[in-house]
């Protein structure tokens, strides 16, 4: 096994016995482009699944509307059977459409469709988390949680579901969904300048539940951007690992599934999980947020 100082720590879900570590790898580029159809390299999607568990990775992101179903296949045939201490989480409420649209899929019919999905193509009898993907493609909404938690929570109920989190959604519905039933998790777009849910992680740190952000270099202005661009320089390493090692940084709490489709990139992505920033680069990364959302005029 590489060292990779233990992956950023661990970290364990509050009431459910699973304990990963905060490093973590997410499965979407697996597919081909545009998460759409199978990859160009299927031997090289399945070298970087085997890459990630010798490397230490114990916590795969992932969903049957990756490809789709593809990238579960493609998860299935490289780790199966699953390594003890594995967890693999998926994520249903969404689909795709002709020619890789993506498409809410809500109603109790789909949700029972896509957990079947993904068990049979994960080659699983239960899913360790399903996410339950609300909101937009433009982020999250304000509508009621319950319809589809209630769906879900019957599938768990029948024993093909253990945990449930959420995904793209607001305090507001992670309060209502949390008085209903357990959420083990929550899976938002944040990083180092976007920082809108900063209460809310503080928030889930004080009720021992898990925050996963994806798109760590995700909305950037070319400000934000040329400033991480700096601190990385000075660091001798890549933007995405100060990214990465920032979101560490930012919350005991936070996991990273950053995701790649090569082994290189895998291994510095897990890198950063031994990356120590300093003061000033702390200072630095912390302003990007404040900074103009547009180029200097």
């Not at 944040?190 to 952000?213: E, K």
């Not at 951007?225 to 560490?248: P, R």
Request: hydrophobic letters at 40%; proline letters at 6%.
């Amino acid at each position: 096994m590489n060292d990779y100082m233990n992956l950023g720590g661990a970290f364990s879900f509050s009431g459910t016995g699973i304990t990963v570590n905060r490093m973590g790898y997410g499965a979407m580029q697996l597919a081909g482009p545009h998460v759409w159809g199978p990859p160009r390299d299927r031997a090289a999607a399945l070298a970087v699944l085997r890459e990630a568990i010798d490397s230490g990775v114990n916590h795969i992101d992932t969903s049957d509307f990756y490809g789709p179903h593809i990238t579960n296949q493609i998860i299935r045939e490289a780790l199966h059977p699953y390594r003890a201490g594995l967890t693999i989480v998926t994520k249903v409420g969404y689909g795709r459409g002709d020619e890789g649209s993506w498409i809410p899929a809500k109603s109790p019919a789909e949700l029972v469709s896509a957990v079947q999905d993904n068990l049979r193509n994960l080659d699983l009898d239960v899913l360790d988390v399903v996410n339950l993907r609300l909101g937009g493609m433009e982020g999250p909404d304000e509508s009621s949680v319950a319809p589809e938690l209630t769906v879900l929570a019957e599938l768990q109920q029948q024993g093909l579901i253990r945990h449930i989190g959420l995904s793209t959604v607001t305090e507001k519905q992670y309060e209502e969904a949390r008085a209903l039933f357990p959420i083990v998790c929550v899976q938002n777009l944040y990083n180092v300048a976007n920082r809108q849910d900063d209460a809310f992680i503080d928030r889930l740190a004080s009720d021992g539940v898990p925050y996963v952000p994806y798109f760590p270099l995700g909305g950037f202005s070319p400000l934000q951007a040329s400033a991480l661009d700096e601190v990385a320089a000075s660091l001798n390493v890549t933007s995405m690992q100060v990214a990465l090692a920032w979101l560490l940084h930012r919350s005991p709490n936070i996991l990273l599934i950053p995701g790649t489709s090569t082994v290189k990139h895998l291994r510095e992505n897990l890198a950063a999980a031994t990356l120590t920033l300093p003061s000033e680069a702390l200072e630095k990364l912390d302003g990007i947020a404040a900074r103009a959302s547009q180029d200097a005029i």
